[in-house]
Nanobody, 126 residues
Framework: VQLQASGGGLVQAGGSLRVSCTAF????????MAWFRQAPGKEREFVAA????????TYADSVKGRFTISRVNDKKTLYLQMNSLNPEDTAVYYC????????????????????WGQGTQVTVSS
């Protein structure tokens, strides 16, 4: 599967934004999916992950309660709804995929994913 992220942009603090990740190729529904982000001068960090069916979700503590990850397998699309954004959320957001068996646990580390999108820039102004 190949991934293409989109939907980034400039938003004021306190605002909302939704980024999307479209998959090209078969078997999107067999992939656990995740969002990571990388701010300038910092390492890439985990944001959120969702299982193949969408039944299991996990978030980084820094975004819990503000961000929502979701997926629509029929549309081969992953979403990240971001609310109550603050300048610390400014980063390039990357989607990632890993083909897994149905009972595989969700990964929260970069090495647990083997397919990556190109990233989309999210900038939050104060």
């Amino acid at each position: 599967v190949q991934l293409q992220a989109s939907g980034g942009g400039l938003v004021q603090a306190g605002g909302s934004l939704r980024v999307s990740c479209t998959a090209f190729g078969p078997q999107f529904s067999r992939n656990n999916m995740a969002w990571f982000r990388q701010a300038p001068g910092k390492e890439r960090e985990f944001v959120a992950a969702i299982s193949r069916s969408g039944s299991t979700i996990t978030y980084a503590d820094s975004v819990k309660g503000r961000f929502t990850i979701s997926r629509v397998n029929d549309k081969k699309t992953l979403y990240l709804q971001m609310n109550s954004l603050n300048p610390e959320d400014t980063a390039v957001y990357y989607c990632a995929a890993k083909s897994v068996i149905l009972t595989a646990p969700l990964g929260t580390h970069q090495y647990e994913y083997d397919t990556w999108g190109q990233g989309t820039q999210v900038t939050v102004s104060s």
